[in-house]
Structures are given as structure tokens and as C-alpha cells.
């Protein structure tokens, strides 16, 4: 199995410059939403909004260097059940909207809401949306698989550290084998910093599949089978994120036991 011996970003530009590129858009978005709503009159929200599909496809673009640089094939299977997982989220939801609410007067979603009320046509709207969703769920797909991807390179770093113990795997699932359980609790200077690559993994993998379990259950809201309401939303994306962290935790230990035992290829 052909594995880089590499999991710093410095040296993996492609995948740094993709970190860097998604860090920088998602403050410039908590930014809009800050300014949007602490000062209205400032608001940079239409432009931002004119502004997502490009954003987005950029970042695909992105991660398709990424991928060039990645030789490991991700597993068929675990791909295809992330994938069916991420865009029947995305189906649903958009489907069980434009069917209960074909003119869009009930939709929430701050973006879409900001060309409606701004007067552009619904044919604009349906386009404009369509395009981000589209890009969106491919974006998604694709870290998906970007992850599968580089998930031997992971792998081997792990078993490189040989952790002893529960606490020891997990620092050296997070990036932080090589340092002392202070500084991988408490980091006091940059040097005591985990390495990002092992970090961005379950970050990645967390937010692909919480922010899909929340698009299901808006759907669900959306069919009138469960009721609407703001805080089991946020409910539901709270424990999306925390069982995926657990169940990334718990198939990264067993992918590992398989590495060390011969089994993992």
C-alpha cells in the first residue's frame, strides 16, 4: 500500500491550502451573520449571499488538489454509505420544502430569505439555491471521501507512535503522540499545539455527518411528523456531532488494532 510517511501540513500544501481556504470562509460567514445581526444597516448579507456558489465551488476545487495527492483508494463501500447518507439528507429536505412550501414564504434559511425579500424572482431563487445545494452536497461528499482517502496515512502515523492505552491512542489520534498529557490538554505555547492534520479529520468527519442527521430531521418537520421546534434542532445537532465523534473514535481504535494485528490494508 502505497502510504506518504508525511502528516504535516506544511509539507502537504494542497490539503494546507484547503484548510486555509475553509478557515477563511467560515469566519468571513460568522462574520456576515455577527454584522447581520448586531448591525443591521451595515449588513453585507445580499453579498455574501450572491457570493456562496462561487465560494463553494472554489472549495471544491480545492479539494480536488487534494485528492490528486492522495494515492490510497478510499473503501468502495464506506464511501457509497457516506454519500447515499449526505445527499438523501440533502434530497429530502429540499424536495419535502418545495413541496409543502412551493413559493418559499415559510423558509427560514437567512440566505435564501435575503433574495426573496430583496424581490428576485422565484426562478432565481430556485437557480441560485439549487446551485449552492448541488455544490454544497458535492463538497461534502467530497471531504467524505477525502477522508477515506487519507485515513491509511492516519492510520500508520498512529501505529508509528505505538500508543499504550486508551489515553495514548487518543492523543495520538489527535495529533498529540508527541506531546505530554499537559500540553495535549492545556497547549501553554505553539509548539504544545497538536498536529492539525490528525484534528481536521474528526472535525471534518463530525460536521459532514451532524449537519446530514439535522437535514433529516427538518425534513421530518417539514412532512409535519414531528413538530418544529428550535431547541430539539439544535438537540439533534448536538448529538449528531457527539456520536460521530464517538463512533470516529471507536472505528479509528479498531482500524488500528487491525493495522497492528496485519489485517488493515
Known amino acids: ?29 460568522v462574520i456576515d451573520m455577527v454584522v447581520d445581526l448586531l448591525l443591521p444597516q451595515y449588513s453585507f448579507r445580499l453579498a455574501t449571499t450572491y457570493l456562496l456558489p462561487c465560494l463553494v465551488i472554489c472549495g471544491l476545487g480545492l479539494l480536488l488538489r487534494v485528492n490528486r495527492t492522495c494515492t490510497p483508494r478510499a473503501s468502495v463501500s464506506a ?12 434530497a429530502t429536505d429540499l424536495l419535502s420544502t418545495v413541496f409543502v412550501n412551493p413559493d418559499l414564504s415559510l423558509e427560514a434559511n437567512p440566505y435564501v430569505r435575503k433574495l426573496i425579500d430583496h424581490g428576485h424572482s422565484l426562478t432565481f431563487v430556485y437557480a441560485h439555491t439549487g446551485l449552492t445545494q448541488a455544490a454544497s452536497v458535492l463538497l461534502l461528499c467530497g471531504l467524505w471521501v477525502t477522508f477515506l482517502k487519507h485515513l491509511p496515512v492516519l492510520i500508520e502515523s498512529i501505529a508509528e507512535s505505538q500508543p499504550a492505552g486508551r489515553i495514548e491512542f487518543l492523543k495520538a489520534a489527535t495529533g ?23 484534528c481536521l479529520w474528526p472535525l471534518a468527519v463530525s460536521i459532514i455527518f451532524a449537519v446530514s442527521l439535522l437535514r433529516w430531521y427538518v425534513a421530518l418537520e417539514w412532512m409535519d411528523v414531528i413538530e418544529p ?3 430539539w434542532r439544535g438537540l439533534v445537532l448536538f448529538v449528531g456531532l457527539s456520536m460521530t465523534l464517538a463512533l470516529y473514535f471507536a472505528i479509528l481504535a479498531q482500524l488500528y488494532r487491525r493495522r497492528m494485528t496485519g489485517t488493515f490494508s
Open 176 to 198: 498529540g503522540s508527541h506531546l505530554t498529557l499537559r500540553q495535549w490538554l492545556v497547549p501553554l505555547r505553539m509548539s504544545e499545539l497538536p498536529l492539525m492534520f490528525h
Open 229 to 231: 421546534v428550535i431547541l
Open 79 to 90: 464511501t457509497l454509505l457516506g454519500v447515499l447518507f449526505v445527499a438523501g439528507a440533502a
Open 1 to 29: 500500500m502505497d502510504v506518504p510517511t508525511t502528516v504535516s501540513l506544511h509539507q502537504n500544501r494542497p490539503l494546507r491550502d484547503f484548510v486555509v481556504y475553509g478557515g477563511a470562509v467560515s469566519g468571513g460567514l
